[in-house]
């Protein structure tokens, strides 16, 4: 490792320490090796460094990690003084660190919202099944941004727990809007997809509307005449003055994006 390059993202002041770390992270990029070395030491050292530089490195942790960071990563994940567990769980989650999973799951009743919301994001990442109980609480709270990341976390888990936790959600829903239990109910495909279908013959037309939008996120063919069906016919209204029919006729735009940008990477 060149000198130089640790010195640059410590001596002069803030800005100019900022300016060294973008050229620090192009170099890694680019496949420097002492560059890489540079911001690996950052955060091997990260309590001789500032807060500032060692969160915006590890923005981007895979540019330059390696399991030399294991160690360090779940110390400052644990590390309430030096407070930047929010970008240690980025970065653990980059670097595929499973073992941050208990330190993560701790974070969850943490005081920062944006600790939790990448707490939660990494247990998506990292976690299995065994984490979904943790997780499915997350789904009634107040704050919609936790909601929503921790529907996308059961989402990237998969399994038969976390596709039960979004379904009593979607069957019993606790509040108005609910695209992202939908959208999450989606990557279910294709064995949710009866589930679905049945939905949208309910009685209630917010169960209508939500399994159109989460139907129309499958991009599966067999879902259309459903779909079809609605718009044509359905004229129930939810409870936030949504129309089913409007719901049904976005979601067939929604599944011929999906097979249409499918059918672009496959040629």
Known sequence: MNPADARSLKDSDLESRKENLRVLLERAGDGDASAKQALRALVRDYPDYHRTIYSLALNHAEVFGDDSLKAPLLASLADTRYNCQAWAAMGCAALGFREAVPGLLAMLDHPQQMAREEAVIALGELGDESVVPALTPLLRDSIAGMRERAAEALGDIGG?????????????????????????????????????????????????????VALGSTGDDRVVPTLERLMAHDRGSTVFDGMVSVAAKKALRTLRRIQAAIAARES
């Not at 939908?182 to 949208?200: G, K, N, T």
């Open 160 to 212: 038969d727990a976390a596709l039960a936790a979004l379904w009593e959600e979607f069957e019993h829903r606790r509040y108005y809007r609910i695209g992202y239990i939908a959208s999450a109910l989606a990557r279910f495909a294709p064995d949710v997809i009866p589930r679905l279908l049945a939905a949208a013959d309910s009685a209630d037309p917010d169960q209508r509307y939500w399994a159109a």
